[in-house]
Structure formats: structure tokens, C-alpha cells
């Protein structure tokens, strides 16, 4: 036993050299090289988790549609990534990110395709101090493709199929890319000053602005309003698949704002994508939990959707700035995007403006407010540059949405026939159904 002791403590004491160093190599830079292979893993791994929000997004509104609407929004939601992806990979890449190569310096990017570099860098003089060009393609596409979903469940049960899918290409080559080049591509927003960390503005309330464009021109659902002034609710066909892509979203978001620390090749920056996913977590939190209490409080009964949809907003708050806020104020921001979404939701239906899974409250709306709310944990921010950059980038989006949309209404049409929308857009655009043996009887 005696030997046996001596032994293991001498095993011990030869490690602990070794561990020491370990311990000084976790606080200092990586080598460059290896530097450059953490950054293009932790591009991979945080895209591939946002790509899952595509199913989350679909599942979601598979949820929050009635029965008869299911299957053309699971096909709206797969046809719109892939779209996404060939569409961002045509114009949208180097048009958000031309590098020196601007059409009009700080305003209009690039128009070229994306290209990758060659198998296992032959030849190639890749920057080691980023990563792989194939990674960030990657990882930005799923941005890009997010904010393509948010549009989708706006216009939920009346649009057509087609159009839609048309305004997508317009959507993710050109006007996405565009406005994200203002900031992430180092144009004239970014030059101001303009802070959004992972995109409460530039991916969030985008989409937010072409969903509100595309629902005043396409109108509301029938018998969504009455003549006397009555919201008629239309509940929606499973709430357990919306409450998974809920939990699917909240997931992916940690890839969403995580991987837009866009290193992770020192122990800093390491350090900083965990403050990341904890502050995004406890906004998400804070957003469920006022929607919880605040229905409880206004209707005496606690609204499931509104409380999937706080949580959801809390996330989108936090979006803007995740890094710098302490736990407290992370929950904070996501509290108040809660509560946003609880009195946006029957103002809009005041408006007649009919959002089916409320994402305009949810990524506009909250958005907003997460692009201002920077200004009380990020010292470098300024409130005016922040509202003007807002400014900018909703009036370019939804103009040009709104132009797009009434391009499509006056020339193919843009919603259902009457007598289709009655029937459900699964049967009549697509010839089949989510749900068939149910409505066998």
C-alpha cells in the first residue's frame, strides 16, 4: 500500500509541470494556423445549428396555421431555404461582402459569385487570422435564409405559392445582402457607428418590415375581422409542434449569436461566446416568463402562443447586443421584448393587419427595441446613430418590398382565390394534406 502511494504520488507529481503549461497556453493567442482551424469549426458548428432553426421556423408555423394550411408551409419553408442558398451563393455573398470590390463605395457591393477556396488550399493564401471562406459562406447563408422564414408565417393561409417563392429571390440576392452589406460589410452604417452584434435589425426586423409590407398589400385572412369590429381568432391545428419549434429556435440561437463572435481562437474570446450563450439563454427566458405573468394578469388565463412567442422575443432582443449585458440586464431586455409582443399582438389586429404567428411583434418589433436597448450595456454605442440606422434600414426594406409586392399583385396576383383559401391551401395549390385521415372522418 506504502509503495503503491509513493508511486501514484510521484505519477502525479511529474504532471504537474505539464498542467501548468496547459493552463498558461489556454490564456494566451493560439498560433495562427490553429487559430484559423478553431474560427473555421466554430463557423461550421454555429451555422449548422442555425440551419436548424429552418426546422424550427417550420414547425412553428406548421403549429400556429389551421390543418387545412399545414402542408403549404412546411413547403414554403423548405422551397425558401433552398432558394435562399443558390440565390445568396448567385449575388448575395459578394454583394454583402464585396471587399474592395463596392459598385458604389459603402452602399452597393459586388456583383459576383461566391467562390470557395481550392481543394485543401492548393495554391491558395487563405487569411489565417479568420477563417475558411467556406465557413463564413456557410454561416451567413443561414442568416440570410432566416430571414426569408420570418416573411413565411406573416403571410400564412392566403398567400400563393409562387409569388411568394418569387419575392424570396428578390428577398435573399438582393435586398438582404444589400442592407447587411451597410453593416457587416463594412458600408456606410458600420462607418457611422452602427451596433447590432447578430442582427435584431439587419436580419430580425428586416424580415419583420417585408412581412409587414407584404400583409397591408395582401390583406387579411377571410373573416378574420368582422364588419363590427371583432377579431375572430383562428386557433391554430397542433400546439405541441409549435411549442417544439419554439425549442428548436431557442436551440439554434445559440449559433446565431454565438458564432457572431466570429472568433474563437484566443481563451478571451472562448470566454466571451460563453457569456454569449448564457445571456442569449436568460433573454429567452425573461421574454417567456412576462409573457406568462402579463396574460395572466390581462386575460386571467395564461396564452400559451403569446408565451412561445415572448420567448422568442426575448431572444431577438438580446440579438443586438448579446456579449456586453450582465445576466440582470440580458433578462431585462428580454422581459421588456415580452411584454412587446403581448400588446403588439391585439394592436395589430386593431389594425386590421393580420400576422398569423405574430412575427411582426415578434422580429420587428422587438428588434427595435434590441437594436436600442445596446445603448444601456454597450458604452460605445450612440442612441442617434442607432434610430437613424434603424430608420434607414426599415424605410429601404419595406419601400421596396411594398414595390415588390405590387409588382407581383398587378401582374400574377398575389393571394389565393376566395374559394381556395376557404378550402385550405394544401388541397388547392398542392393536392394533398398534413393531416388526411382526419379529414376522412
Known amino acids: 500500500m506504502t509503495n503503491k502511494f509513493i508511486y501514484t504520488l510521484a505519477a502525479a507529481a511529474t504532471l504537474l509541470p505539464a498542467a501548468a503549461m496547459a493552463q498558461d497556453a489556454e490564456v494566451l493567442p493560439l498560433s495562427t494556423e490553429v487559430g484559423f482551424i478553431f474560427n473555421t469549426f466554430m463557423f461550421l458548428v454555429a451555422g449548422f445549428l442555425v440551419f436548424w432553426m429552418a426546422a424550427g421556423f417550420a ?5 400556429l396555421v389551421r390543418s387545412k394550411n399545414v402542408t403549404m408551409q412546411l413547403t414554403k419553408n423548405i422551397a425558401l431555404f433552398a432558394i435562399a442558398a443558390i440565390a445568396y451563393y448567385v449575388v448575395g455573398y459578394n454583394l454583402m461582402y464585396p471587399g474592395d470590390g463596392w459598385s458604389m463605395e459603402g452602399i452597393l457591393g459586388a456583383f459576383s459569385m461566391a467562390s470557395l477556396e481550392p481543394v485543401g488550399l492548393a495554391g491558395a493564401e487563405p487569411d489565417l487570422t479568420y477563417a475558411s471562406v467556406g465557413s463564413d459562406f456557410f454561416f451567413q447563408l443561414m442568416f440570410c435564409a432566416t430571414t426569408a422564414s420570418i416573411v413565411s ?46 442582427g435584431s435589425t439587419v436580419v ?30 383562428f386557433m391554430g391545428s397542433n400546439l405541441p409542434l409549435a411549442t417544439l419549434g419554439t425549442f428548436i429556435l431557442w436551440l439554434g440561437w445559440f449559433g446565431f449569436n454565438g458564432g457572431s463572435q466570429l472568433y474563437m481562437n484566443t481563451a478571451g474570446n472562448v470566454g466571451d461566446i460563453s457569456r454569449i450563450f448564457a445571456n442569449t439563454n436568460t433573454a429567452a427566458a425573461g421574454g417567456a416568463i412576462a409573457a406568462l405573468i402579463l396574460t395572466q394578469l390581462l386575460y386571467k388565463k395564461v396564452d400559451l402562443t403569446m408565451v412561445l412567442n415572448g420567448a422568442l422575443a426575448g431572444l431577438v432582443s438580446i440579438t443586438a447586443e448579446p456579449l456586453t449585458p450582465t445576466l440582470g440586464s440580458a433578462t431585462l431586455i428580454g422581459m421588456v421584448g415580452g411584454v412587446i409582443v403581448v400588446f403588439a399582438v391585439p394592436f395589430l389586429d386593431k389594425l386590421k393587419i393580420d400576422d398569423v404567428v405574430g412575427a411582426i411583434p415578434v422580429h420587428l418589433m422587438a428588434g427595435i427595441w434590441g437594436t436600442i436597448a445596446v445603448v444601456f450595456t454597450n458604452s460605445d454605442a450612440n442612441l442617434m446613430v442607432q434610430l437613424t440606422s434603424i430608420a434607414v434600414v426599415g424605410v429601404f426594406v419595406f419601400v421596396v418590398s411594398a414595390v ?38
Open 404 to 441: 415588390f409586392w405590387f409588382l407581383l399583385k398587378a401582374t400574377v396576383g398575389i393571394r389565393a382565390s376566395e374559394e381556395d383559401e376557404i378550402m385550405g391551401l394544401d388541397m388547392a395549390e398542392l393536392g394533398m394534406e398534413a393531416y388526411p385521415e382526419f379529414s376522412k372522418g
Open 153 to 198: 408565417g406573416t403571410l400564412a393561409e392566403r398567400i400563393k405559392l409562387w409569388p411568394f417563392l418569387a419575392f424570396v429571390v428578390v428577398l435573399t440576392a438582393f435586398i438582404y445582402p444589400i442592407q447587411a452589406s451597410w453593416k457587416w460589410g463594412g458600408g456606410f452604417l458600420d462607418g457611422m457607428g452602427f451596433l447590432d452584434f447578430a
Open 59 to 63: 414547425m412553428l408555423e406548421a403549429g
Open 204 to 233: 430580425h426586423s428586416v424580415g419583420g418590415w417585408a412581412a409587414l409590407a407584404g400583409a397591408l398589400i395582401l390583406g387579411p385572412r377571410l373573416g378574420k375581422y368582422t364588419k363590427e369590429g371583432r377579431t375572430v381568432p
